[in-house]
């Protein structure tokens, strides 16, 4: 297991990590989640042990890493660039690590076509890296990360280079590579749904802290606070009477602040009849998927909204509103400024 305690990291003075506790147990992937700028890469960096802690403690198993250098941890490094080396084909990329270690050369090539099968990319040993599309040689850096057979993998915006769609669609991909291969992960990552997707544990880090860490599923039900929920990707949170409103709308219990999910509102035409809830359509933008409002709620003020397919109001219009308690989030309240 790796486990850090205290962990400092500093630069000119300047805490860029700044007493950070985590423990990644064998066989789990953590996610450590937050914007560009809060230390999450040099966090990454120092567990690898490329950033020098100023203090604080990484460990593996109970054994101090301290003294240990980066080539003998033990550990694998994936940038987001995958970093292949072009000039060798995908099968030599792959089986790169392994014929350092000695093996044998049918060894290899055994392992090389075990590792292209892993990743969906059986047959490609032959090709050159620059024949590939970007999410495929993002499948062949993570082959030959694994390779190794490292006892820590570490993810350095793994996807961050490849567009919308391809990056869930190799999100999902990694998950099940992570777990078919039994391997230990610490990723790095801006992106909430790639975090999401991939990581049965979820940190949350802000200017070089950790605001909240647990299960991905309870993090993202029940955010720590209203920043943390903000970032997560709820859209609105409400403090006080507008939050007491909208919590007795749903049939939830009273909390000093919500936080509300995109998806938690629900609009269409009518004025509140049956059991719905009445509003005014105050915004509205069109997107491929249906129309985003803003609404507004007596006693609630404004919130955001999906309207149901093929509706497109005018502002001014009346709505009706179908409330989803599970896309709400009782947070602290947070103070006034």
């Not at 990360?145 to 669609?169: H, I, K, N, Q, T």
């Not at 860490?213 to 009477?241: H, I, M, N």
Request: proline share 6%; net charge neutral.
């Amino acid at each position: 297991m790796l486990d850090l305690k205290g962990v400092e990291v500093a630069f000119d003075g300047t805490v860029a990590v700044d007493g950070v506790d985590l423990a990644v147990a064998d066989g789990d992937v953590l996610a450590v989640l937050g914007p560009s700028g809060c230390g999450k890469s040099t966090l990454l960096r120092a567990v690898a042990g490329l950033e020098p802690l100023r203090a604080g403690r990484i460990a593996w198993d109970g054994t101090d890493l301290g003294t240990t250098p980066t080539h003998r941890r033990g550990f694998a490094l994936m940038f987001q660039d995958g970093q292949l080396f072009d000039h060798l084909t995908v099968g030599r990329n792959v089986g790169y690590a392994l014929r350092l270690q000695g093996e044998p050369r049918a060894a290899v090539r055994a392992a090389v076509d075990d590792l292209l099968a892993l990743v969906g990319l059986e047959g490609y040993g032959g090709r050159l890296p620059r024949t590939l599309s970007g999410g495929e040689r993002q499948r062949v850096a993570l082959a030959r990360s694994l390779a190794g057979r490292p006892r820590l993998l570490l993810l350095d915006e793994p996807l961050s280079a490849l567009d919308a769609g391809l990056r869930v669609r190799l999100a999902a991909d990694l998950r099940r590579i992570l777990t078919e291969a039994g391997t230990t992960a610490l990723l790095v990552t801006h992106d909430q749904a790639e975090a999401f997707a991939v990581a049965d544990r979820l940190a949350v880090m802000r200017a070089g802290r950790i605001v909240q860490e647990g299960a991905t599923a309870t993090v993202w039900s029940a955010p720590a606070d209203a920043g943390t929920a903000l970032f997560l990707g709820y859209s609105r949170v409400l403090q006080g009477t507008a939050a007491a409103e909208l919590l007795r709308l749903a049939g939830r219990p009273a909390a000093p602040a919500v936080a509300v999910r995109p998806t938690a509102v629900l609009a269409g035409p009518g004025d509140g009849g049956d059991d719905g809830v009445p509003a005014e359509v105050r915004a509205v933008r069109l997107t491929p998927d249906g129309a985003r409002l803003v609404v507004s709620v007596a006693g609630v003020g404004e919130l955001d909204a999906a309207g149901v397919q093929g509706w497109a109001p005018q502002p001014g219009e009346r709505a009706t509103l179908r409330l989803d308690p599970g896309g709400l989030a009782a947070v602290p309240a947070s103070p006034v400024s």
